[in-house]
């Protein structure tokens, strides 16, 4: 059975996504948890893994650029250019994830050597960051599948939470990784 979608035109059923999202998002986020807790790969030295971090905070600044462009240009009304540049930063978002799993695989946590007040401000940023990260695998997943179905008004709603979350972890990944950087 066809349903009307966008401006009247037949369109495709709608699909239920959320098992995949929920799937998706457990998965992630145990994978992630499980990973941090292994030991690292022990003598690894095949190049120098401190590179990858300076790659996620690439990928992370990379997304927030293309998050920057995909709300200017859906406050403009252009939804393609909105979609193209949402979909770079859903790339770039992928590429930093496989990074940092790589990374922690292959190298043990690095602990802030920092200290006095810079201490309260990275930690803050630093668990602010991991909770929004994880609240925006979900919210990222629901956002995109509802403009798939075309849900035109559910898509805006989340999407106003969806894209200043992501952006702030996006920022906020940058700024951990500077202040982390030089005990590498």
């Known amino acids: 059975?066809?349903?009307?979608?966008?401006?009247?035109?037949?369109?495709?059923?709608?699909?239920?996504?959320?098992?995949?999202?929920t799937i998706i998002t457990i998965i992630l986020i145990s994978a992630i948890v499980i990973l941090l807790r292994l030991p690292a790969v022990e003598s690894f030295d095949l190049f120098d893994?401190?590179?990858?971090?300076?790659?996620?905070?690439?990928?992370?600044?990379?997304?927030?650029?293309?998050?920057?462009?995909?709300?200017?240009?859906?406050?403009?009304?252009?939804?393609?250019?909105?979609m193209r540049f949402i979909y770079a930063a859903l790339v770039s978002t992928t590429l930093f994830l496989i990074n940092y799993v790589i990374f922690h695989f292959i190298h043990a946590a690095t602990s802030f050597g920092g200290e006095g007040f810079i201490v309260y401000v990275y930690y803050f940023i630093l668990i602010s960051h991991i909770i929004l990260a994880m609240?925006?695998?979900?919210?990222?997943?629901?956002?995109?599948?509802?403009?798939?179905?075309?849900?035109?008004?559910l898509h805006k709603k989340i999407s106003r939470w969806t894209m200043p979350i992501w952006m702030y972890v996006s920022v906020t990944g940058i700024v951990v990784y500077l202040l982390i950087r030089p005990y590498y």
């Open 1 to 21: 059975m066809e349903s009307k979608g966008y401006k009247g035109l037949s369109s495709k059923p709608k699909r239920d996504y959320r098992l995949a999202i």
């Open 49 to 82: 893994v401190t590179i990858l971090p300076m790659m996620n905070a690439v990928f992370n600044g990379l997304a927030f650029i293309f998050l920057v462009v995909a709300l200017i240009a859906i406050m403009r009304g252009n939804v393609k250019v909105h």
């Open 135 to 153: 609240a925006t695998i979900p919210l990222v997943l629901t956002s995109v599948t509802r403009a798939w179905n075309m849900e035109n008004e």
